[in-house]
């Protein structure tokens, strides 16, 4: 199957085709390794009552697994910003129509061309979307949109992120290297600090390592398979997981359990090469965080490259909080130390950088 890097790519696969191109389609989907474009292009042959289209199959766009949504590297697909840079440039040359319904996220419940006629737009983002029957999701939005809803509930609620206590393993052989390995029942110990780096030794890292595959034994042991079945099953994201000579289904958008199996499989296997490389790890821990802090935190670094200022901030929550309810999540923010506040502009520390 081609893999398409790049206009030239692109072009070389089209020329193939007979026909006069009319549509060039982006579309999503998924594996285990994660999301993809498959890139289609329509053609027309023949005139009058001979004229035919057909649909031809170019290549895929691919630049990473699900692997960038544990590391942190958001926003995560460059998938996107290159099919629409090619498409574009393809539409230009060859007169023809560039179809990608959703160019800004994944999304694999969106129609392909010739379904335009089935879709509904998403009350949220107007993006196509096929009509869902899934007991899971609203009729009227994406799959996309029902989260925002759900993460924009959760800013508004400002509830403690993991009971008011963040920490994150952080390796010092790769210091940009950053997961969060986050064992509970170890944190619940550390309450009474406000805020400390803790350095683990190769010992207590083979002890954090056992307890994690000891929670994974415990969640095979209550593993149950997807209740989707049938046509509902289009509404899950399905993957395969290897643990110890047995595969398991895993349902990643609504099985939370699944989720939790697949994230803790991740983690040990991550911890069995710490150990094995003699990795030095670091927990750093700040207490009082909340989701807000946590949304706040991940805006100003990811998207905004560690600086911003408080103007964008209240124009990325502009519909979900008040102007004083920003401050006083900034301030709190610059009181634990996690970010800075100069003449209205805002810098991530550290210390912020190093919890997320």
Known sequence: MPYITSFETLEQEIEKVPGKPVVL???WDGDTNGW????DLYTETGRFFWKKTTAVHL???????DIRLFNGQVPAWPEAVLAKAIGEKAAEKYGLTFYFPSDKEPDDNCPSWTQRHLAINCADCNKLILPTNSPYLPKEICHHCHLEREWNEKIKLNKPYKDGIYGTYRTKDNPDECRDHTIVDYLKTLKALDAAIIIFTHDELIAIKDNVYNEIKQLIANYKPSDLQGESRKFGAFKTLS????????E???GHAHWELYSQVYRYRTLEEAVL???TYYLHIVKGITDRDDAFLRFVYAVCNGETSIQAINDRYRNILTAAEVLATLENLATLNCINILNQTIHITERGK???
């Open 277 to 279: 490389n003699g990795w």
């Open 354 to 356: 190093n919890i997320l």
């Open 36 to 39: 993809f474009l498959y890139i």
């Open 59 to 65: 290549g895929i766009i691919s630049m990473g697994g």
């Open 243 to 250: 643990f110890e000579d047995r595969d398991y289904e895993i």
């Open 25 to 27: 389609e982006a579309l």
């Open 252 to 254: 990643m958008k609504f």
